[in-house]
T-cell receptor, first 113, second 110 residues
Framework: DAGITQSPRHKVTETGTPVTLRCHQT?????MYWYRQDPGHGLRLIHY???????DKGEVSDGYSVSRSKTEDFLLTLESATSSQTSVYFC????????????FGSGTRLTVV | GQQVMQIPQYQHVQEGEDFTTYCNSS?????IQWYKQRPGGHPVFLIQ?????EVKKQKRLTFQFGEAKKNSSLHITATQTTDVGTYFC??????????FGKGTKLSVKP
């Protein structure tokens, strides 16, 4: 959707290396989220942010950290990538208002070899 | 923690047949959202239901929220090949984020 971009779109990395995924929005939305999607598990929340420098853990946060120094950018870092972190990562944004739902980015396909 | 269970996991239909996916919870839900994800794409928000017994329609799609607010359904009348994809329900948690069901993957045979 217009207004939210993820980079890179695809990445292959080696086990043990750090990886940073970027989510950029131009909607000035307060809330930003990182989800991972795996077959059989649906979408699972990794971390989320409710404002600049305000972040919290989701249900699968181990091995991941996030930072949000500006409203428009939300970074997801895999501190030391493992094969279990091979997944498709989606960023989403929300105004937090009733009925408007989340807007998702196009996703990053990460392969850890 | 709060969970939403979706059934069925997969559904294969002939074009023109109807399709229904269900979302169930053991606890009362404050709201239900529905998303569609096309193959290779990202989830796209369809609708939110918040009231007990609420029914909303979008062309051939009918969304319902149960009277007890513990279940919801998405019904598609006369499926088309453009309906192919995975349909997710999601519900809001107290922290303000969403928890998603595992989705129902719909395939449509022309």
């Amino acid at each position: 959707d217009a207004g939210i971009t993820q980079s890179p779109r695809h990445k292959v990395t080696e086990t043990g290396t750090p990886v940073t995924l970027r989510c950029h929005q131009t909607e000035n939305h307060r809330y930003m989220y990182w989800y991972r999607q795996d077959p059989g598990h649906g979408l699972r929340l990794i971390h989320y942010s409710y404002g600049v420098k305000d972040t919290d853990k989701g249900e699968v946060s181990d091995g991941y950290s996030v930072s949000r120094s500006k409203t428009e950018d939300f970074l997801l870092t895999l501190e030391s990538a493992t094969s279990s972190q091979t997944s498709v990562y989606f960023c989403a944004i929300s105004e937090g208002l009733e009925g408007l739902g989340y807007t998702f980015g196009s996703g990053t396909r990460l392969t850890v070899v | 923690g709060q969970q939403v269970m979706q059934i069925p996991q997969y559904q294969h239909v002939q074009e023109g047949e109807d399709f229904t996916t269900y979302c169930n919870s053991s606890t009362t839900l404050s709201n239900i959202q529905w998303y569609k994800q096309r193959p290779g794409g990202h989830p796209v928000f369809l609708i939110q239901l918040v009231k007990s017994g609420e029914v909303k329609k979008q062309k051939r799609l009918t969304f319902q929220f149960g009277e007890a607010k513990k279940n919801s359904s998405l019904h598609i009348t006369a499926t088309q090949t453009t309906d192919v994809g995975t349909y997710f329900c999601a519900t809001g948690r107290s922290q303000g984020n969403l928890i998603f069901g595992k989705g129902t993957k719909l395939s449509v045979k022309p």
